[in-house]
């Protein structure tokens, strides 16, 4: 009764920045797991390819998708060929985003045009695929399941990242209000706020000292893995979530909870 709530057979599923090998490719091979057709929808032909080839070395069925989603064309041809790819769309994953390197200044100094491509690349193309995609949900009689990836710089002060932080706490905002206007067509959006997580992408900047760092303040004892966030987004794509809705869920360890001691430092008392 509670485990078949997890299946995904018969459903398909968009993630978003699929490519690359970290939290986007996790979350496809995640829902091509557990039965999803998966569209992976990449800027990067190579990426897209890769993680297409991982889900079907594993058995399952995917198809990549290349192109800008910061474009409103490429996402309405993302949507299109997917829901005419297999007949319906049931999973949107929203997974681009992140930062550049001038995307780290004081607030003081912060560049309009990086404050401008920035909300773009974090926020702008997540609210295009998400109107995209329950245009369709809209029109099915069984709704469907968004999910967005936000980060823990939009719960809190995103220091030297103040882009960043605005687009991903936009993301909340926005998860929140669609998820209460989309509700009565059955349509559920959440939101998946990821702590200090290790991709290809981040790996090179964590160095051995921000690691042991994140192994003394996160709860938990470690950095994250692309599937502790994979993981968390299954769950609520699934019909395990079916009462879910408008929610951020922190996937960061705990140590959101710890700020600003860690995990075991003791100051007084
Ligand atoms: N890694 C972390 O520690 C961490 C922490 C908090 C939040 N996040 C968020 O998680 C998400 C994924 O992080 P990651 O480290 O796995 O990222 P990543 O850069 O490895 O993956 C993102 C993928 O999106 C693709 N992409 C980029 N721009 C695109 C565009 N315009 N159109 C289509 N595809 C595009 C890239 O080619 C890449 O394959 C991001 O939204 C990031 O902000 C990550």
Not at 56 to 85: K, T
Not at 205 to 224: D, F, H, K, T, W
Request: proline fraction near 3%.
């Amino acid at each position: 009764m509670f485990i078949e709530k997890l299946s995904l057979a018969g459903r398909s599923a968009i993630v978003v920045g699929g490519g690359g090998g970290g939290i986007g490719t996790n979350c496809a091979m995640a829902l091509a797991e557990a039965g999803a057709s998966v569209v992976v929808a990449d800027i990067d032909e190579a990426r897209a390819n890769d993680a297409v080839a991982q889900i079907r070395d594993g058995g399952g069925n995917a198809r990549a998708f290349v192109g800008d989603v910061r474009d409103g064309g490429a996402v309405r041809r993302l949507v299109e060929q997917a829901n005419a790819a297999f007949g319906r769309l049931d999973v949107l994953v929203n997974v681009v985003g992140g930062t550049r390197d001038e995307s780290w200044a004081d607030a003081l100094d912060f560049d309009s045009q990086v404050w401008d491509d920035d909300l773009t690349l974090n926020l702008k193309y997540a609210f295009l695929t998400c109107q995209a995609a329950a245009q369709v949900m809209a029109k099915q009689d069984h709704g469907g399941s968004i999910v967005n990836i936000s980060s823990a710089s939009g719960m809190r002060a995103a220091t030297r990242h103040i882009a960043y932080g605005a687009a991903k706490a936009g993301i909340m905002s926005m998860t929140r209000t669609m998820a209460v206007e989309w509700g009565q067509y059955g349509i559920r959006v959440n939101s998946v706020a990821p702590g200090a997580i290790r991709t290809p992408k981040t790996s090179p900047n964590m160095q051995e000292g921000a690691i042991g760092y994140l192994e003394e303040i996160v709860p938990l004892g470690r950095p994250g893995r692309p599937e502790d966030i994979a993981q968390v987004v299954l769950f609520l794509a699934s019909d395990l979530a079916e009462y879910v809705t408008s929610q951020v869920i922190a996937v960061d360890g705990g140590v959101m909870a710890t700020y600003p001691l860690g995990r075991s430092r003791r100051l007084s008392g």
